[in-house]
């Protein structure tokens, strides 16, 4: 019923900018807090960043004053702006969303498929 796609993914010299797009679509009520997620391989899925409905964000250590995590509401989307990536920012990247539904109170829970970002010169 719902669908998160990610894109923006790819790859990039350290120091250099990617920017993440992750579209909402379905029956669509209402959409809380976004997120993005990463996983290194090997590693266990991480937070990187939130942002609230009213957007309020959040952010994990590693990434403050590099990545801003913004959102367009009307589009059902949300953004990941990462700069001054470093090689350790390499992972897939997981769009999520608290989301409701048409026709139903409690929201749920979604991911996307993961997009790829890869810091390498």
């Known amino acids: 019923q719902v669908q998160l796609v990610e894109s923006g993914g790819g790859l990039v010299q350290p120091g250099g900018s990617l920017r993440l797009s992750c579209a909402a679509s379905?029956?669509?009520?209402?959409?809380?807090?976004m997120r993005w997620y990463l996983q290194a391989p090997g590693k266990q899925r991480e937070l990187v960043a939130g942002?609230?409905?009213?957007?309020?964000?959040n952010y994990a250590d590693s990434v403050k004053g590099r990545f801003t995590i913004s959102r367009d509401n009307a589009k059902n989307t949300v953004y990941l702006q990462m700069n001054s990536l470093k090689p350790e920012d390499t992972a897939v990247y997981y769009c999520?969303?608290?989301?409701?539904?048409?026709?139903?109170?409690?929201?749920?829970?979604?991911w996307g498929q993961g997009t790829q970002v890869t810091v390498s010169s």
């Open positions: 942002i609230s409905s009213g957007g309020s964000t």
């Open positions: 999520n969303a608290i989301i409701r539904t048409i026709g139903t109170f409690v929201p749920t829970e979604s």
């Open positions: 379905g029956s669509i009520s209402s959409i809380f807090t």
